[in-house]
T-cell receptor
Framework: DAGVIQSPRHEVTEMGQEVTLRCKPI?????LFWYRQTMMRGLELLIY????????DSGMPEDRFSAKMPNASFSTLKIQPSEPRDSAVYFC????????????FGAGTRLSVL | AQSVAQPEDQVNVAEGNPLTVKCTYS??????LFWYVQYPNRGLQFLLK??????LVKGSYGFEAEFNKSQTSFHLKKPSALVSDSALYFC??????????????FGTGTLLAVQP
C-alpha cells in the first residue's frame, strides 16, 4: 500500500483566497483524521471521520474551516477565506480497528498564507 | 481531564549512550499508549504501543517503552542512541469519553538530539 497520500505537499496562497487540501487514506481504513501542526500550538486534532461521517469536529478553529469525506477514499479540508495565521503543516491520518487503531500519517501539506 | 505530558522540550544525549524520553498520562479507563516519531519534513511514524500485557513494550528501530501504572508513566528508551535517532518524539494516549474512542491525545513533543 502507498500509505496515506496528501496533496499538495506545499501550498502558497494570498490572504483571502480559498485553499483546499486533499487526502487519500489507506485502503480499508475507516477512520480519517485531520491535524494541524505549528510551533506555537503543537499538534492539534481538527476533525475526524468514521465511515465517512464526521464524529468530532470540536477542534475546527472557526467557520472558515470545513472538511468533507464524500467517499471512503477521499477527504478534503477547505479554508475559505484563508488568513496568515492559518499557515501551518496540515496532516491527514487514517486508522482502523483491524490495524489495531494505529494512526498512519501522510507526509503533510505545508501551507503558507501571505 | 485526559492528558499527556512530556516534561522535556529537548533531550540531548551522546551517540552510544542510553536515552530516555519521558511521558506521563492521565486518562480514565485502561490506557492505550503510543509513541510516534517525526523526522524533519515528514509525517508522524508509529514506533510502539501498549495496550495490555507485559509492561515492557518493544518497537521499531530498537526502541522500547516501559508502562508504569503506579507512576502513570510510559517512558521511551533505547540502550544505545544513534545520530539517526535525532527527531521529534510524541507520546499519545487514546481518549475515553464514556467509552473508548479512536481519538488520540498527543503530548507536546520532545526533540531528541544525539551528538556524534
Amino acid at each position: 500500500d502507498a500509505g496515506v497520500i496528501q496533496s499538495p505537499r506545499h501550498e502558497v496562497t494570498e490572504m483571502g483566497q480559498e485553499v483546499t487540501l486533499r487526502c487519500k487514506p489507506i485502503s480499508g481504513h475507516d477512520y480519517l483524521f485531520w491535524y494541524r501542526q505549528t510551533m506555537m500550538r503543537g499538534l492539534e486534532l481538527l476533525i475526524y471521520f468514521n465511515n465517512n461521517v464526521p464524529i468530532d469536529d470540536s477542534g475546527m478553529p472557526e467557520d472558515r474551516f470545513s472538511a468533507k469525506m464524500p467517499n471512503a477514499s477521499f477527504s478534503t479540508l477547505k479554508i475559505q477565506p484563508s488568513e496568515p495565521r492559518d499557515s501551518a503543516v496540515y496532516f491527514c491520518a487514517s486508522s482502523s480497528p483491524q490495524a489495531k487503531n494505529i494512526q498512519y500519517f501522510g507526509a503533510g501539506t505545508r501551507l503558507s498564507v501571505l | 481531564a485526559q492528558s499527556v505530558a512530556q516534561p522535556e522540550d529537548q533531550v540531548n544525549v551522546a551517540e552510544g549512550n542510553p536515552l530516555t524520553v519521558k511521558c506521563t498520562y492521565s486518562v480514565s479507563g485502561n490506557p492505550y499508549l503510543f509513541w510516534y516519531v517525526q523526522y524533519p519534513n515528514r509525517g508522524l511514524q508509529f514506533l510502539l504501543k501498549y495496550i495490555t500485557g507485559d509492561n515492557l513494550v518493544k518497537g521499531s528501530y530498537g526502541f522500547e517503552a516501559e508502562f508504569n501504572k503506579s507512576q502513570t508513566s510510559f517512558h521511551l528508551k533505547k540502550p544505545s542512541a544513534l545520530v539517526s535517532d535525532s527527531a521529534l518524539y510524541f507520546c499519545a494516549v487514546r481518549a475515553h469519553y464514556g467509552g473508548a474512542t479512536n481519538k488520540l491525545i498527543f503530548g507536546t513533543g520532545t526533540l531528541l538530539a544525539v551528538q556524534p
